[in-house]
């Protein structure tokens, strides 16, 4: 079993940063390991469906943003670590939400069923 556990959330002011973390212990029944899974961030915001933020490929070569964060967020990863991250910027009031990592075992879209993994979340506040 993978757990992921995400770290960093808090309450900051509009324009400030933050740094969020997604650390991974265990491996999958299968034997596959975190390096092996392209990770994903997700938030969701008070009264709204929990909605994609930043992808990123299993070797950190490739990723992707959702228009509402690209150019603000950066998501990274460290493989020896087994930690993938999210670099916040220029925060807005709309980024208020709780944050997930995700590992994703299935190609296809950003829906649930293709993540085998989800931390716990983290609570980011953003204060205007």
């Known amino acids: 079993q993978v757990q992921l556990v995400e770290s960093g959330g808090g309450l900051v002011q509009a324009g400030g940063s933050l740094r969020l973390s997604c650390e991974a212990s265990?491996?999958?029944?299968?034997?596959?390991?975190?390096?092996?899974?392209?990770m994903d961030w997700f938030r969701q915001a008070p009264g709204k469906e929990r909605e994609f933020v930043a992808h990123i490929s299993f070797g950190g070569g490739s990723t992707s943003y959702a228009d509402s964060v690209k150019g603000r967020f950066i998501i990274s990863r460290d493989n020896a670590k087994n930690t993938v991250y999210l670099q916040m910027n220029s925060l807005k009031a709309e980024d208020t939400a709780v944050y997930y990592c995700?590992?994703?075992?299935?190609?296809?879209?950003?829906?649930?069923?293709?993540?085998?993994?989800w931390g716990q979340g983290t609570q980011v506040t953003v204060s205007s």
């Open positions: 265990g491996r999958a029944a299968s034997g596959r390991t975190f390096s092996s899974y392209p």
């Open positions: 995700a590992a994703k075992a299935r190609p296809g879209g950003a829906i649930p069923s293709n993540y085998d993994y």
